[in-house]
């Protein structure tokens, strides 16, 4: 059975890895059409080694369409999300539009696949953010064995999670550094060239910024709600893959050498922990990867039950695009949904 899928979004950083990740893996696609808003039409974009060009999504027909990967935004989402599903078109959303819709099953394959199910009620799966994906890879399999009771995180994620715009904003501040030309900040509230921002999103009531909220909220409805988690979430000059430091504190004992010999085992993880120099991952090496790498894993004397860890992986795919796809990827393997058309 083939499907046809639709990219919304495709000529942004994560619609563009969508294209790809569907090639890479060979997704049982009849037929993927890019599409994008109307300042965006008859704008090409790569799909393997074809060439695709973009439909305006204020006149394309998703009525035949089976699966829509939804990659613009929040607002778009909310406009368009009810309206593609009400043609039976099941829409999968990057956004933070759906994730904390009692409706919606928000998923991480690896961590929570059977909630999958839900999806019928609104037609719409939500694509968690991508610190809290990484984040929750690392962590199922350590709950599933000793019962994780407290998460204290820190991220550093790479200026790609603000789009081109962000990128494009690391690149110009660096070289202008090097040519003492003047910087004005424009994507980000602070020069982020060699500097760290500890603000992503806007900031709420109690001091909080939503990023570091989206972490909370999302742990708590994919792993467990009693799970106690705070955030420190920090925007640091790295292009792509997201990092973060891990404190977690346990119901029962659990070794250092033990959680090693849980995640090697876990899906969609790599451990990379030597005590050595270089015997750990950076983003840097995780760009381009569908892994989430755990490094640095040792125990917290501090508290009863204690570890702590470095988890790093390419926020554009694991933390965006690549979980999409594998959310469709269980849609069609567990027969969820069939083609609304037959392949010729």
Not at 63 to 70: A, H, N, T, W
Not at 199 to 204: A, G, K, L, P, S
Not at 228 to 239: I, M, N, Y
Not at 280 to 304: F, K, L, N, Q
Request: aromatic share 6%; with cysteine; glycine share 6%.
């Amino acid at each position: 059975m083939a499907y046809k899928i639709a990219v919304v979004g495709a000529t942004g950083n994560v619609g563009r890895e969508m294209l790809d990740i569907l090639d890479e893996r060979g997704f049982p696609a009849r037929e993927v059409v890019p599409v994008a808003s109307r300042r965006s039409q008859g704008v090409q974009v790569s799909f393997g080694d074809r060439t695709l060009t973009c439909q305006a999504i204020d006149h394309f027909d998703f009525s035949d369409v089976d699966i829509c990967l939804m990659s613009a935004g929040g607002a778009v989402s909310k406009e368009w999300s009810p309206r593609i599903a009400a043609k039976g078109c099941v829409v999968i959303d990057n956004s933070s539009a759906w994730r904390y819709d009692a409706d919606v099953p928000l998923i991480v394959p690896e961590v929570n696949a059977d909630a999958i199910t839900g999806f019928t009620r609104k037609n719409i799966i939500a694509n968690p953010n991508c610190s809290t994906a990484q984040l929750v890879v690392a962590l199922k399999p350590l709950h599933d064995a000793a019962t994780i009771r407290r998460v204290v995180v820190s991220t550093y994620q790479s200026v790609s999670g603000a789009g081109k715009d962000g990128m494009d904003e690391l690149f110009n501040q660096t070289r202008s550094v090097f040519v003492n030309d003047p910087i004005t900040p424009g994507k980000f509230t602070k020069r982020i060239a060699f500097n760290v921002i500890p603000h992503i999103d806007v900031f709420m009531e109690d001091g909080y910024t939503k990023e570091e909220w989206k972490v909370l909220a999302e742990t708590k409805k994919m792993l467990d709600p009693k799970i106690k988690v705070t955030c420190t979430a920090v925007r640091v000059p790295v292009f792509i893959g997201h990092s973060e430091s891990v404190n977690i504190e346990f119901e029962r004992p659990i070794t250092a050498e033990e959680a090693r010999d849980i995640l090697r085992e876990a899906p969609g993880v790599l451990v990379v922990d030597k005590h050595e120099d270089g015997g750990y991952v950076t983003p840097y090496e995780s760009a381009g990867e569908d892994t989430t790498y755990v490094s640095r894993i040792r125990e917290d004397a501090t508290i009863e039950n204690g570890l702590n860890m470095w988890v790093v992986a390419d926020n554009l795919r694991k933390g965006a695009a690549l979980n999409a796809v594998q959310i469709a990827e269980v849609l069609v393997n567990r027969g969820l949904i069939t083609p609304k058309k037959a392949a010729a």
